[in-house]
């Protein structure tokens, strides 16, 4: 049986829909009973009969940090997918994000190697890839992390998680962990998923920046996934990205899709500073919630290459292009909204 963590998150989602029409035994972990509609919804996108496959999953109410719990969640598993984390640049969520992301992946990694687990699935982030002070350089797996970079606190953490999963492989796990870009899928139009990018850019930007980073489609995330699990690679990490974008061309083409009007002027260098103080302000004097970082505003004027050379050339991988999920998710969002 197939463990999934994070089943109600979009790569969770996904990933589940594709395992239950591949026939395979799931079992899934959720927190709130009210995110399993999400599951549901998703579903309904691409089945006629969501309501009968989302009733195949056996389901587990447990936290990646309930140790109790988790050990009834991996009776009788022999793989699992760890999807679960938390997302959030907020600097002040640091804490939380350590609890979630690297606490509980030393979990996960430590209830795989006590149960024997053939083979673990990390999905992690190009986040956690080290980055090339020359902006030319594609950045790939072997680019190396340096924590003496202004790195964001999502970063850090999601970093940390990986020395876990590396830690693990050292005791006797088998693992692989899969790095995306930004993950461009339907059915999460809130939160800290792409899909809230795309009602922000319905509902109409200003704004755009130039920096450059990768993207890729949901299903190539899911597909690399389960083609690395079916494999017998192990104990490496692969990039996933389809294009390396400027966020003005994805912000271009998604508004072009979504028939409004795109972003016109250019959100500058000073303008990005002068934003995100008086956002750290306005939490520091009225708890307002942070909605840009330092760490943010600069990776927004930032020019990062990947390079996925390594999963297209190790399993002759092909990516869908960005402009055709855009088009995708686009429609699916005019569906719903």
């Known amino acids: 049986m197939i463990l999934v963590t994070g089943g109600t998150g979009l790569v969770g989602s996904h990933l589940l829909f594709q395992l239950l029409k591949s026939e395979k035994s799931v079992r899934a972990i959720y927190r ?39 050990q009834t969640a991996f009776k009788d598993i022999t793989h699992v997918y ?40 990390y ?10 002070h ?18 964001s606190v999502y970063a850090i953490t999601k970093y940390g998680a990986e020395l876990e999963v590396w830690r693990g492989t050292q005791e006797g796990l088998d693992a692989v962990i899969v790095n995306p870009g930004i993950i461009l899928g339907a059915g999460y139009w809130h939160g800290g998923s792409s899909g809230n990018l795309f ?9 755009y920046t130039t920096g450059v980073t990768g993207y890729v489609d949901v299903w190539d995330v899911i597909r690399a996934m389960e083609h690395l699990m079916l494999s017998s690679i192990k104990n490496e990490g692969f990039v996933l990205v389809s ?8 912000l271009t083409k998604t508004a072009k899709s979504l028939e409004v009007k795109a972003p016109t002027k250019e959100a500058k260098s000073w303008l990005l500073g002068v934003a995100w103080r008086l956002d750290w302000l306005q939490h520091l004097l009225f ?5 840009l970082s330092k760490q943010t505003a600069k ?23 960005i402009e055709k999920s855009i088009e995708e998710v686009s429609k699916q969002f005019l569906k719903d909204y």
Not at 59 to 68: F, L, R, Y
């Open 199 to 207: 009602k922000r850019i319905h509902n109409g930007m200003t704004y």
């Open 299 to 321: 990776s927004a004027l930032s020019i990062t290459n990947y390079d996925a050379s390594k999963i297209i050339n190790g399993l002759n991988f092909k990516f869908k292009s």
């Open 287 to 291: 708890r307002k919630r942070r909605s």
């Open 134 to 151: 020359n902006s030319e350089k594609l950045i790939d797996e072997q680019t190396d992390w340096s924590p003496e970079d202004d790195n």
């Open 82 to 121: 760890h999807c679960a984390a938390l997302v959030s640049f907020e600097p002040n969520k640091y804490n939380d994000l350590r609890k979630i992301n690297i606490e509980g992946t030393a979990n996960i990694v430590n209830l795989s190697i006590s149960h024997q687990i053939k083979k673990l699935c």
């Open 32 to 70: 709130r009973e009210k995110t399993l509609t999400r599951v549901k919804n998703v579903f309904s996108y691409f089945s006629n009969d969501a309501e009968t496959l989302f009733n195949n999953i056996e389901w587990v109410e447990a936290d990646i940090n309930d140790v109790p719990k988790l």
């Open 243 to 250: 294009e390396n974008l400027s966020f003005k061309t994805f």
């Open 123 to 132: 999905v992690s982030t190009i986040a956690a890839i080290g980055h090339h």
